[in-house]
């Protein structure tokens, strides 16, 4: 169905449930509009860090360690310092006298320890990539050409480097002062398990291997400093998800006034979980800039993001569950190790993903007894921190996994013995076995969907005739949950200064247009398109007559930023409670110049109506005419207000959980050990869908990084804890030629901890995905007997579960 709104022909979907609209005159939220960035970026005018040029801006380029672990005994920069163009050489002392160490904790997890951390390193570096030195020169070309000359003098330390035995005796403790390599531990016990697996009928149980990958953004990591010295204030350009939490952490570490930082982030190149940490060269560029009184510019080269960007999912994890002989799964055991590299990461702490997959095992069903736990263990490797999904995928292919398990053990369907086992859309709200608070969702209509849109019997019967020819289909399923819509228990009761609301600023311009600053920025997900539709909706104007600005700490509103799938359920209701309050502000101005009551008027499409006939008797240019150049013509006791700030912090549940269903066809050649991905289905309840196209193709990228984790991508190291990996040639990304046909749907079921009802949708695809095909490739197999549950599923894992010798 098409609906022409002003100029713009905009969609909706011919499925969708029937929602009870948000705004007076809804033509936008709901539809398929483009957003404002699109034509821009596709005609190259996008606007990069990289892009940026300052007056006597100077480049900086670090000497990374190329070892996992050493003890730096002296730097010789003598004849850096003497190369053309060279501005400063720096070390970690001389960085240390203008920012603070940190240490990387979080008050609400009880007894996790890290060591203090430097931008650059002083004494040790303690993982190959770890800026040790910087060079600032007048041109890229220059500092790289000096780099050259440095020599630095270390000596060769002992590296904790494999996770299993990171806590033995005879491995090196990599900071002594903590005792050992213990960054943080948990256990969850809820009861029951040991009588439920005593009286079980089936009892599966399985190893799962999760290989380090990392995000491969377009736009590396990047930032340029400014330090104004004359008006003492700092002004950073960054390629980052969270410029308020950067402004704070840069205040912090420099001593400075807030209101003396400015955070910009103009386009953004993609994050993924990578640009929502501080890194140490964050601080060393900002400190770079302070001691050479100009710009300084930093932008990762591909070598070295990867072993500077942070890694995730790590995971080494023992599980079990426990069913009855009719399908009723009884109880969950979890074992869980990760490592998290030599310090945790600043300010939102390593320790955190492996929590989540606590809290995260079984969440999709309605079993009673549990028990988990958790250890987290420093290692000479990359710093490991939260990466899209964090820990969704490997709580969701561990659950998943099991149950895929048991219901074979059974000899029941994998659909029917989910049916059977998640918890009933009308038990809402309730918690799970974990303790994690649901509002409302929809597994069970979520389960119908997928069934009919995959067409499953007749896929099943597909399956079962090729295998008679020697062709091997596998079919997967993997039911999720997602966090989304973090309130202040997320960080804030831990003590990291990240928010928890986010705010929006709307301006009624004289011409009638609308101006919108959002706190929660963009990165290529199309948060600026859904704040449009929302602004226009609920201020009542044309979409094209709506301009949206985000990321800059100046102007725009205090906020979180953008993470945890927050975009559109906490900006996005920011933005609606601003528009509202804005549109409240036109008509008591109408009504003030049309001496009418402001009940009798209302809002339609850029103007001002009569409530009851509808008919036109201001338009919104003539409205800021007056209010702007002509308030001697208003009565004198009222002020036109026609710029309103509004905030947004979710109250009622820690997250409001979205949750969904994705299944994966595969083929596996047993001769070769390949996997073909043949297609993809995707049914998914992010609450109110606010823009369908946007929020599917967010769905399928997001399947595709988690594809990509499933099969193809691994941070590998050698046995001295050196990346083996370490380019675009070797690191394994999916592309769009390997990638199958992804079928989205939806489940509508609106969140009531806010009007506009929307839950978050970024993650899930990831979330699930690895869990489907991990699957799918072990329902291929199993005819075969042979399984693989360590990702990524290479064609060698796949080879040697079938015993063929390598």
């Not at 005739?465 to 819509?485: C, D, K, P, S, V």
């Not at 299944?663 to 609450?687: I, M, N, P």
Request: aromatic share 6%; hydrophobic share 40%.
């Amino acid at each position: 169905m098409h609906v022409h709104a002003g100029s713009e022909v905009v969609e909706r979907p011919e499925q969708a449930e029937t929602l009870r609209p948000v705004t007076e005159d809804a033509r936008y939220i709901g539809s398929s509009s483009e957003r404002p960035s699109a034509r821009r970026l596709v005609q190259g005018q996008g606007v990069y860090v990289d892009d940026i040029e300052l007056p006597r801006m100077a480049h900086a380029v670090f000497w990374r360690s190329p070892v996992a672990h050493c003890r730096i005994l002296g730097i010789r920069a003598e004849e850096a310092r003497r190369m053309p163009g060279v501005v400063l050489v720096a070390d970690g002392r001389d960085i240390a006298t203008v920012c603070k160490p940190w240490v990387a904790t979080l008050a609400h997890m009880v007894g996790m320890k890290s060591a203090p951390q430097y931008p650059l390193a002083i004494a040790r570096a303690c993982w190959q990539g770890e800026p040790v030195v910087a060079v600032v020169a007048e041109t890229r070309a220059q500092a790289e050409d000096a780099l050259q000359r440095i020599e630095v003098d270390y000596e060769m330390l002992p590296a904790a480097l494999d996770m299993q035995t990171a806590l033995d005796p005879a491995t090196p403790v990599i900071h002594p002062e903590l005792g050992d390599n213990l960054c943080f531990t948990r256990h969850l016990e809820v009861g029951g398990v040991d009588e439920a697996f005593a009286r079980a009928d089936a009892v599966v149980e399985c190893d799962f291997e999760f290989g380090r990958h990392t995000g491969v953004t377009l736009e590396p990591r990047s930032q340029l400093a400014d330090w104004n010295a004359a008006e003492q204030r700092l002004t950073v350009y960054h390629s980052c998800q969270a410029p308020h939490m950067m402004q704070d952490l840069y205040a912090r570490q420099f001593e400075l006034p807030e209101s003396a930082v400015r955070v910009v982030c103009k386009d953004v190149g993609g994050s993924f979980g990578i640009k929502v940490h501080a890194y140490p060269d964050d601080f060393a560029t900002v400190a770079l800039s302070m001691l050479c009184r100009r710009p300084v510019k930093f932008v990762a080269d591909r070598l070295e993001s990867f072993t500077s960007d942070i890694h995730a999912r790590h995971h080494r994890v023992h599980a079990r569950l426990a069913a009855s002989r009719t399908g009723e799964i009884l109880a969950f055991e979890l074992d869980d190790l990760t490592g998290v590299g030599p310090y945790s990461m600043f300010p939102r702490t390593s320790a955190i993903e492996g929590n989540q997959v606590v809290n995260l095992v079984g969440g999709p069903y309605r079993h009673q007894a549990y028990r988990a736990d958790l250890k987290v263990v420093f290692q000479n490797k990359t710093p490991t921190c939260q990466y899209r999904g964090v820990g969704h995928p490997i709580a969701c292919a561990v659950t998943e996994g099991l149950v895929d398990l048991a219901a074979r053990k059974l000899r029941i369907d994998p659909l029917e013995f989910r049916r059977r086992n998640v918890i009933p859309d009308d038990a809402y709200p309730t918690k799970g076995v974990s303790g994690i608070a649901f509002e409302q969702l929809s597994h069970e209509a979520c389960l119908r969907k997928i069934e009919v849109m995959m067409d499953y019997p007749v896929l099943r019967a597909e399956q079962a005739a090729l295998r008679e020819r020697g062709i091997y289909r596998g079919i997967g399923f993997a039911t999720l949950i997602e966090l989304t819509n973090p309130s202040a228990a997320f960080y804030g009761v831990g003590g990291a200064r990240i928010a928890s609301q986010d705010g929006a600023t709307i301006r009624l311009d004289p011409a009638g247009g609308i101006t919108l600053m959002a706190s929660v920025g963009e990165q290529g997900q199309g948060n600026d398109g859904i704040f449009r539709q929302i602004a226009a909706d609920a201020v009542g104007v044309d979409l094209e007559r709506v301009r949206v600005v985000t990321g800059d700490t100046e102007v725009t509103p205090y906020g979180g930023g953008t993470w945890a799938s927050r975009g559109a359920g906490i900006g996005g209701e920011a933005v609606l409670l601003a528009g509202q309050a804005l549109r409240a502000n036109i008509l008591k101005l109408a009504a003030a110049m049309l001496k009418r009551d402001v009940a009798g008027l209302a809002v339609r499409r850029g103007h001002v109506v009569d409530a009851g006939s509808g008919e036109m008797l201001l338009p919104f240019a003539e409205l800021g005419r007056v209010a702007y150049y002509r308030s001697d013509t208003l009565p004198r006791d009222f002020t036109p207000e026609l710029m309103v700030t509004r905030h947004y912090a979710q109250r009622d549940y820690p997250f409001i959980f979205t949750n969904g269903v994705q299944a994966s066809y595969v083929e596996v050649d047993v001769d070769t050990g390949f996997v073909r991905l043949l297609k993809h289905w995707a049914v998914e309840d992010c609450g109110r869908v606010v823009n369908p196209k946007l929020v599917d193709e967010q769905i399928r990228g997001a399947i595709v990084q988690g594809i990509g984790g499933a099969l193809l991508e691994e941070c590998l190291y050698d046995e001295h804890g050196l990346m083996l990996n370490a380019t675009l040639a070797d690191y394994l990304l999916p592309m769009s030629a390997e990638m199958p046909d992804i079928h989205v749907a939806h489940v509508q079921t609106p969140t009531r901890s806010s009007q506009l009802g929307a839950k978050g949708a970024g993650e899930a695809g990831t979330a699930g995905a690895p869990a489907a095909v991990m699957n799918a490739i072990n329902d291929a197999l199993a005819p075969l007997g042979a399984q693989v549950w360590s990702q990524p599923a290479t064609p060698e894992k796949i080879l040697r579960a079938l015993g063929v010798p390598a």
